[in-house]
């Protein structure tokens, strides 16, 4: 079974541009997590996407956005692109109703966005 | 709010000696705690968790770790560590339903032979 798969793996844009990320979950989950990591911040959660809809946001500007498609596939997108926005960003499938949060999460391997 | 501080950033230890990773945990409903492993240029991993039930949770690679709810405390141990272990350990919270988890600062791992 294939697993949490994240492209591009890798990304350079410049401040200001915009950006959009894939992730394609396990066959058969239907949420998908983002986080983003950093080596200042550690590990935040961006939002969480459950049958196409946003179960959860977490403190991101508005710049970061999000979407999820009826194949469970999602995208982020993040616009007007700034140097703190260089990062590891990984998204995390898992099949719903699975219990507590964490339980069942299924990690990509990240995209490295780097902003110049 | 819930938080999570892991109060080592980095641990050297010398191979097939025991270690101790520290994670400390606050929140004002009742948790799920989780360790996670990250490899170099790898996602995330589960080592283990604790819902409900036994403190003493053990998870995979001989990794274990025990739920103290007086201390607010969930410290991951390995009573001997290989070089395969060098890695990075973030402890983590939820609650039910929330449906994300919070995450600590990362214990960087590494055995020296």
């Known amino acids: 079974k294939a697993g949490v798969t994240q492209t591009p793996r890798y990304l350079i844009k410049t401040r200001g541009q915009q950006v959009t990320l894939s992730c394609s979950p396990i066959?058969?989950?239907?949420?998908v997590s983002w986080y983003q990591q950093t080596p200042g911040q550690g590990l935040q959660f961006l939002f969480e996407?459950?049958?196409?809809?946003?179960?959860n946001k977490g403190n991101f500007p508005g710049r970061f956005s999000g979407r999820q498609f009826s194949n469970s596939r999602s995208e982020m997108n993040v616009s007007t692109l700034e140097l703190g926005d260089s990062a590891l960003y990984l998204c995390?499938?898992?099949?719903?109703?699975?219990?507590?949060?964490?339980?069942?999460?299924?990690f990509g391997s990240g995209t490295q966005l780097s902003v110049l | 709010a819930q938080s999570v501080t892991q109060l080592d950033s980095q641990v050297p230890v010398f191979e097939e000696a025991p270690v101790e990773l520290r994670c400390n945990y606050s929140?004002?409903?009742?948790?799920?705690l989780f360790w996670y492993v990250q490899y170099p240029n790898q996602g995330l991993q589960l080592l283990l968790k604790?819902?409900?039930?036994?403190?003493l949770v053990k998870g995979i690679n001989g990794f274990e770790a025990e739920f103290n709810k007086s201390q607010t405390s969930f410290h991951l141990r390995k009573p001997s560590v290989h070089i395969s272990d060098t890695a990075e350990y973030f402890c983590a919270v939820s609650d039910w339903g929330a449906q994300k988890l919070v995450f600590g600062q990362g214990t960087r791992l590494t055995i020296n032979p």
């Open positions: 066959s058969g989950h239907r949420s």
């Open positions: 995390a499938s898992s099949l719903p109703g699975q219990g507590a949060s964490g339980e069942k999460l299924f």
């Open positions: 996407y459950f049958s196409e809809t946003q179960r």
């Open positions: 604790y819902l409900s039930g036994s403190t």
């Open positions: 929140s004002s409903v009742s948790v799920y």
